[in-house]
Nanobody, 130 residues
Framework: QVQLVESGGGSVQAGGSLRLSCAASGYTYSGNCMGWFRQAPGKEREGVAAIYTGSGSTYYVDSVKGRFTISQDNAKNTVYLQMNSLKPEDPAMYYC???????????????????????WGQGTQVTVSS
């Protein structure tokens, strides 16, 4: 049974930082794609960043480039999302997702990119106060 468990959400002031974690189990972690998505109330789910676990190649959407960093600890089957310089438009429920191969990673920013991911965590809430 595949499980993705996120942690690390919380409330910070604008300009602050948070680090999200996603621990994967029951899943062939190596050689696949792990992604982070977010969904704010009344908005569609959107991709944020992805990492191909085989090579460590990373993918970001434009709105978070230079502020967010996705990384991994292969020994722990865990993916991280370091979020710096948080803005008022960043608050959302953040979801970890597992996809297949580089194609899932390449689609992180596409409108239907979420369709390329097979497994999802329960989400962790991020709140930013101005």
């Amino acid at each position: 049974q595949v499980q993705l468990v996120e942690s690390g959400g919380g409330s910070v002031q604008a300009g602050g930082s948070l680090r999200l974690s996603c621990a994967a189990s029951g899943y062939t972690y190596s050689g696949n794609c792990m992604g982070w998505f977010r969904q704010a109330p009344g908005k569609e789910r959107e991709g944020v960043a992805a990492i191909y676990t085989g090579s460590g190649s990373t993918y970001y959407v434009d709105s978070v480039k230079g502020r967010f960093t996705i990384s991994q600890d292969n020994a722990k089957n865990t993916v991280y999302l370091q979020m710096n310089s948080l803005k008022p438009e960043d608050p959302a429920m953040y979801y970890c997702a597992a996809g297949r191969g580089t194609w899932s990673c390449q689609e992180i920013g596409s409108r239907y990119g979420a369709n390329e991911y097979n497994y999802w965590g329960q989400g962790t809430q991020v709140t930013v106060s101005s």
